[in-house]
């Protein structure tokens, strides 16, 4: 699994422990789904502009903790990719700074809420989703699974 870490914000310290854990997130998930081929990029950002990104691909006009955007979803008027992109699973783009603000709401670990974070990016990237109760059930007792793995549990 080729991962790449890109911190585009400087509000909230990411440090090399945080850079480690989500790649020990990634790699757990994609292991876990029989998915270790594959490349994802995670982008650390800050709420100004994963709030602009929120607005433009969701259309809620807010900051989010999480986005992802998997290249192996086309929507309707997206191109095929070609063969040779298939290993193209795609991208998470996280606030730290919404991500602090949610582990003092939760009261726990920045890191824990990070953590969390990826492993819900990583499984909208592995093809999950919670548009329903069953879906959202499925997708909650992975990220459980995921976190517990990597003793990252509340």
């Known amino acids: 699994m080729e991962i790449m870490i890109t911190n585009s914000q400087d509000k909230i310290p990411f440090t090399k422990e945080m850079e480690t854990m989500v790649e020990k ?91 969390y974070l990826v492993a819900h990016g990583m499984l909208h990237l592995l093809g999950y989703d919670h548009e329903d109760e069953e879906s959202r059930k499925i997708m909650r007792d992975k990220e459980e699974r995921i976190m517990k793995e990597l003793n990252l549990e509340r």
Do not use: W
């Open 25 to 115: 997130v990634i790699l757990c998930a994609a292991r876990l789904e029989g998915r270790e081929d594959g490349e994802v990029s995670v982008l650390i950002t800050d709420n100004p502009f994963i709030h602009q990104l929120n607005l433009q691909y969701r259309g809620q006009d807010k900051p989010t903790d999480v986005l992802s955007f998997a290249m192996q979803e086309r929507g309707e008027e997206e191109p095929d990719f070609l063969e040779e992109e298939a290993d193209l699973l795609g991208d998470i783009v996280i606030s730290l700074e919404q991500a602090f603000m949610q582990s003092r709401e939760y009261g726990h670990s920045l890191e824990r809420e990070l953590g």
